[in-house]
């Protein structure tokens, strides 16, 4: 038989030492006592309960393509101890091209239903000991953190000392978390734009260029300023404090998470955006007709721009209707101002924005609205639960299950985020306190929103204030945070004045 070996280990320090080449010596030698033939060899230092691992992607290549009758491996679990949804996808991969697992002295032929159900068991048992292994592991690491005692790899711009058992800043990285912060807070840098700045002075220390999710890691890290936290897979979250020496202060790391909760994914800080930002630039816009991101979109010169809330592309949408909004925003600007001012002038005003309502008619609006949710965030959940019984009833491979799983997971996140407001909200009418002075507390510092600041310094007030809209053909609906409840302030769109010019265009 054509056979492909595959042996594993779970660590670099397994492999340095002995475990792959005696695995490799003792299955090449029960291969060529069956006199069998070694097609090719494939090995991994991975984990046994990720199915995604080089060699076993390269394997299961070679069985799709018909080359092989047979892997051979010192014990299944080296093949595999996956969960059972990865392990179905596995075997019936081998299972359909007509390719057995074999053992030293045992075979298993997938197409016989009780060796199959053996096979299973192998795996269950490789499973569940895997999980007890990794259950000793971390009640150790458990009881190290309760000790006062941090373990792990030292952060960068960290050493550990193996003589103190303790971290130390490592002067040759130690630059880096400080100049990261500079540029994110004070030159208000992008992520990726401070990952270009990076990469002109030196690449991480793996040798890989810095990019935003490296710099993303760095800000939100409590190390820098010497915590180690850790949540453990029960659920116990343990934080020990002045574990490492700090690199920033709490109160830049405080800083920090303030401004990344502040920005818009709109919002590019480029040398020139940061000299002349629109007022919209660090509110998040989705179009009111198809649900779709609106992006804030500037034409014209430097000297003279003009900004537009549009797509970025046209998309045809399920009813095959194109929406390709597009609203000069010189049609709202001074209404926005205005609103502002009428608002905070008087309630009587300020309704002509706000709906203050707080009748039963509202309650149970509201109540409808989220029980509708509710019900569809249940539905979502169990098709969830429903996808491993889809997997094994289907022809869908491992990639579409995948798939399916993020789209559900997603829509289950949205849903989420729809409900917390509307119980926010609710609970707020049903305790008589959506009121006028509620708003003027949620805009209390738009009060001194006319005052002489730079166009940054307006559009991050902006941006605190109304941190999201939605954009219809005829008003921009600015959305603020009132006690967890979304506060809506409706602008009127003013009619096109450039409207006789594209007719006119379009005529001749």
């Known amino acids: 038989m054509r056979t492909a070996l595959y042996y594993r280990v779970s660590t670099k320090l397994q492999e340095d030492r002995y475990s792959l080449s005696a695995q490799r010596t003792e299955l090449t030698n029960y291969a060529n006592s069956q006199g069998w033939t070694i097609v090719k060899e494939f090995k991994d230092v991975d984990s046994g309960g990720k199915l995604d691992k080089q060699g076993l992607n390269a394997l299961l290549d070679l069985v799709e393509e018909g080359r092989i009758d047979v892997v051979l491996c010192i014990d299944q679990d080296r093949l595999s101890r996956l969960d059972t949804i990865a392990w179905e996808y596995l075997k019936s991969t081998l299972r359909d ?56 790899k030292a952060p960068i711009g960290y050493l550990f000392n193996k003589k103190t058992q303790e971290y130390e800043i490592d002067d040759k990285w130690s630059w880096v978390i400080p100049m990261i912060d500079d540029l994110y807070l004070n030159q208000q840098l992008g992520m990726k734009s401070i990952g270009d700045e990076l990469n002109k002075i030196s690449k991480t220390p793996s040798g890989t260029p810095w990019n935003e999710t490296l710099v993303h890691r760095r800000l939100i890290s409590k190390a820098f300023h010497g915590v180690m936290e850790k949540t453990f897979s029960n659920g116990e979250t343990i934080t020990l404090d002045d574990i490492y020496p700090p690199l920033r202060s709490k109160d830049t790391w405080e800083k920090i998470q303030k401004e990344r909760e502040k920005r818009s994914k709109q919002f590019k800080a480029t040398s020139r955006q940061r000299d002349d930002l629109h007022i919209l630039r660090r509110t998040a816009v989705t179009c009111g007709e198809c649900g779709r991101k609106v992006l804030l979109s500037q034409h014209g010169t430097s000297k003279t721009p003009r900004y537009y809330l549009k797509h970025g592309r046209r998309v045809r949408m399920k009813d095959q209707s194109v929406c390709d909004i597009s609203i000069n ?94 119980k926010a909200k609710l609970e707020l009418l049903k305790n008589e306190s959506w009121s006028y002075d509620l708003v003027l507390e949620a805009l209390e510092a738009a009060e001194n929103f006319e005052a002489e600041f730079t166009p940054l310094q307006k559009a991050k007030m902006f941006g605190d204030l109304f941190p999201k809209a939605i954009l219809y ?34 005529t001749n």
């Open 97 to 152: 091209n007509g390719v057995k697992i074999a053992e030293p002295g045992h075979i298993v032929d997938l197409s016989n239903e009780d060796e199959e159900f053996i096979s299973d068991i192998k795996n269950l048992i490789a499973k569940r000991e895997k999980k007890a292994i990794v259950r000793r592991m971390m009640r150790g690491k458990r009881q190290r953190m309760r000790e006062g005692k941090g373990w792990g």
């Open 329 to 422: 925003t010189i049609r709202f600007e001074n209404n926005i101002m205005q609103a502002i001012k009428e608002i905070l002038l008087s309630e009587e005003t300020a309704r002509k924005y706000i709906d203050l309502n707080q009748d039963e008619s509202e309650i149970k609006i509201l109540e409808k609205q989220l029980k509708a949710n509710e019900s569809q965030l249940t539905k979502q959940q169990a098709k969830l639960d429903n996808l491993l019984d889809l997997f094994l009833d289907s022809p869908f491979s491992k990639e579409q299950l995948t798939k399916k799983q993020f789209e559900i997971e997603n829509e289950i996140d949205n849903i989420k985020q729809i409900i917390q407001p509307l």
């Open 473 to 506: 053909m005829d008003r921009l609906v600015l959305l603020s945070n009132l006690r967890g409840a979304p506060l809506e302030v409706a602008i009127p769109i003013d009619p096109d004045p450039y409207a006789w010019h594209r007719t006119k265009k379009a």
